[in-house]
């Protein structure tokens, strides 16, 4: 039997990696039915923490202490033992198993005959939480919010009583996120307790009890949340204030760099997955893509970007038809593209920094003459993108792979943008960022939007789609519901596109 967690602390933790000093002396606690919430920029040292905690990366230096006593995590089945489990922000389910299956995999010697007993327990916890899933349903069919939830079940089923869940909104619906906040709030308040990483700050105010706050590696702060305000965190996260971007400047948009007309595509499950989209973006026009995500959002970033097939209707970039070109060629006719799926799509993780940085361009001139790479001009040209993107890595030789999340954003966003496309496509693009690199990012769009580009911003934020949208188009399951300029839009007209309803929202 697991025991029960009643207090735990990090004394003294410290962490190296070639280069890099991940964590460096750092002491957290948490008592049973404590949030502590952990703060900090990209690549401070968050997720190392909790790999640490969770027995995946031994620390150099420093000791865990359980209930008072010291104890040695060596592997996350000697962490699950002692009570404690893991949500990573890659869910490591089975698609073509049940949510039973995937529950009990890796525990059981003989699945058949556990099935019983297992939905039975799983649906106890259901209910002990309010955790709404049915243990019979097929991973593959569950979204993104659903699969979340498995990977909660899974942690609860295995006795843990501190969970750590890390950026766990970062890939949420907002109605997703509210419901995994009550979720935690019910857990919290039966005793568990929970440490999460986030870089939404408004969550961490409403769902946290204590803050611990890292910068490059230390703790700078550790603040009870009711004693502290979002500006506060902010602040000490960045080491100075904040202020949003703001668009600027008459709209004035040029000619139409891509537009898509009545455009029809199947998704995964092989449903239709748009349905007659047309739309048009201009030169020097941001134009937003607001929905719940899940109603042909990515497919619609996909086929534009050649990586979907059209069942139906035409694309056209710069002025020639793009419908049947292969993703190489698109990106020869200028488009630039920021997927949702950053580590799969956007980069190749065991390449290099500088790599990645070139890896669409890495055949012409400036980097490469008569087939030979051009050491020199690259190797100049990435570190200063690295220093403008301040992307945080010990050297340009460094794998990608071993960025933090928020890093390896970073040089797809480094790269897309200085290849001065002619349209881009930026599908959710500041999932994961902290909030300066947030900020950065949109003064980039804003700066591209000045400089001709035509942007598609897919995202869920509405405040952001309406600080930087010139017109926002409402996608709803697979069609535009309707397309309105920035000075119409308001979060009532849009949520109500967004549910589909057209007549009120006017
Ligand atoms: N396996 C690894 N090998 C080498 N360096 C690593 C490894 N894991 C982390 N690092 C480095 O340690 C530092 C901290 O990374 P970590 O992932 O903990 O940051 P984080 O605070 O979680 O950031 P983010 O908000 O971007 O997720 C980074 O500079 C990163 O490059
Ligand atoms: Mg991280």
Redesign the pocket.
């Given at each position: 039997m697991v025991k029960k967690i009643e207090h735990l602390e990090m004394v003294g933790i410290t962490?190296r990696?070639?280069?890099?000093l991940?964590?460096n002396n750092v002491n957290i606690q948490i008592k049973t039915g404590e949030v502590l919430a952990i703060l900090?920029?990209?690549?401070?040292?968050?997720?190392?923490?909790?790999?640490i905690l969770y027995g995946l990366?031994k620390p150099d230096a420093g000791k865990i202490l359980l209930n008072g006593k010291q104890v040695s995590i060596n592997s996350p089945k000697e962490a699950i033992a002692l009570g404690i489990g893991m949500v990573h922000q890659h869910f490591m389910l089975v698609p073509t198993l049940t949510v039973c299956e995937n529950v009990i995999l890796g525990l059981s010697k003989s699945f058949i005959v556990d099935i019983k007993t297992a939905t039975q327990r799983i649906r106890e916890i259901t209910d002990t939480y309010g955790l709404a899933i049915n243990p019979d349903a097929y991973v593959w069919q569950l979204s993104v919010g659903e699969q979340q939830r498995v990977e909660i079940i899974k942690a609860l089923y295995r006795g843990a009583n501190l969970l750590i869940l890390?950026?766990p909104t970062a890939v949420l619906t907002p109605q997703e996120s509210k419901e995994l906040i009550q979720l935690l709030r019910n857990m919290s308040a039966q005793g568990n307790s929970i440490i999460i990483?986030s870089?939404k700050l408004h969550e961490v105010m409403s769902l946290s009890d204590r803050v611990t706050v890292?910068r490059d590696?230390e703790v700078c702060a550790d603040v009870c949340t009711r004693e502290t305000s979002q500006d506060a965190l902010a602040q000490l996260m960045v080491g100075r204030e904040m202020a949003p971007c703001q668009r600027e400047g008459t709209f004035s948009p040029g000619k139409a760099v891509l537009e898509l007309q009545e455009v029809y595509s199947q998704g995964d499950k092989g449903t239709e997955a748009l349905t007659g989209v047309s739309l048009t973006i201009r030169e020097g026009e941001i134009l937003g893509i607001a929905g719940v995500s899940g109603n042909g959002q990515k497919e619609l970033a996909e086929v534009i970007a050649g990586l979907r097939k059209l069942s139906k209707g035409k694309i056209s970039l710069n002025g020639k038809e793009s419908t049947k070109m292969s993703p190489a060629n698109i990106i020869e006719q200028g488009l630039g593209y920021i997927p949702e799926d950053r580590l799969r799509v956007g980069t190749i993780p065991s390449f290099s920094i500088w790599e990645n940085l070139i890896l669409k361009d890495h055949h012409q001139r400036p980097f490469a003459k008569h087939l030979l790479l051009q050491n020199r001009v690259i190797m100049s040209h990435s570190s200063s993108l690295v220093e403008k993107y301040g992307i945080?890595?010990?050297t340009l030789e460094?794998p990608t792979?071993?960025?933090?999340?928020?890093?390896?954003?970073r040089v797809i966003l480094a790269r897309e943008i200085t290849r001065s496309p002619v349209a881009l496509v930026a599908a959710y693009p500041t999932r994961?960022?902290?909030i300066g690199a947030t900020e950065y990012l949109h003064s980039k769009l804003l700066e591209a939007r000045s400089n001709g580009i035509g942007v598609l911003l897919i995202s869920e934020d509405l405040e952001e789609l309406m600080s930087l949208c010139d017109n926002i188009a409402v996608l709803y399951e697979g069609r535009v519901m309707k397309v309105i300029p920035v000075e119409e839009a308001n979060e009532r007209v849009l949520g109500l596109l967004m549910a589909g309803i057209a007549e009120q929202a006017s």
């Open positions: 962490k990696f070639p280069g890099v991940s964590n900090g920029e990209n690549g401070a040292g968050k997720t190392t923490l909790m790999n990366y890390d950026e990483i870089h890292l590696g945080k890595t010990p460094t792979s071993s960025l933090s999340g928020g890093n390896i954003q994961g960022l902290d």
